[in-house]
């Protein structure tokens, strides 16, 4: 059998179960097996599978007939500028959040030596992003969850960046030391009862400490502004990705906790997607 043969046949099986983008799936699927870039694969298509290729491409693509997003399959992700290891322990970063790393980086003073602090880091995706960009900052990524914490050391250790940030297991709720200049969090935010309702790749694989926030979708995003309240210096910035339902909730936490609310960011649909805001006392 040929790359060609054995792509048509699985992308049938794919689209039999409504699998979207069934064609782009099978290629990146035989790209990993055959260890290729898929411009390789396209270019090659006559080319003879192996039955041990075979036999490990078949794998996959039961594992993505049962909906198990690609990046889980794969075993990285595309975010920013670079690859991250993801795994089932992290949320798969997604391209909304590049908002919020875009507009930490413009909060960032070229040759400044910020110390961040990046909650519910997941991935490291953020964090590991916006050192990248500015070379002389620190960080600090915390979650709650220590899987996904090895992850993001992992990630950093990838990128050569383990020498400008730490990672730990922690709960927000319970961090209380140090001063940062700047806070970033992607914190959960899906309404705990609208969970059934995300897509099944998302709520069967994905991690549900990455997704749950609690009864009124608020509740981590709550710990997060009483404690940055306290964590962040006079006139740090904290930049949070938010749902755009919940703005008015959001708001009403943030100025309660004297924050002034300097930027709403929307998303490529129009959406109030990323709050930046100053802490004023
Ligand atoms: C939406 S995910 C974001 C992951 C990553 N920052 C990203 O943008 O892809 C939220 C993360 O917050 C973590 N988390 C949930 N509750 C937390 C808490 N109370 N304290 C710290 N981290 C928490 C979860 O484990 C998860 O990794």
Redesign the pocket.
Known sequence: MNYIEILNKSQKELKKLKIPSPSLDCEILLSKVLNVKREYLLTHLDKKINEEEKNLFIKYINRRKKKEPIAYIVGYKEFWKYNFKVNKN??I?RPD?EILVEETIANIPINSSFRILD?????G??LLSVLQERKKCLGIG????NQ?IKVAKYNAKIQHLENRCKFYQ????NICSSKYDLITS???YIIKNKIRNLEEDVKSFE?K??LDGGNDGIS?IK?LINKSSILLKKNGKMIIEIENKLLFKIKKLLIKKNFYLEKITKDLTNRNRCITCIKLV
Do not use: F, M
Request: hydrophobic share 45%.
């Open positions: 992290v949320l970063p959040t909650v519910g880091t997941g991935s995706c953020i915390i979650d709650i969850s996904a922690a709960d927000i709720d992607n914190p959960p991690p400490l990455a981590v710990l």
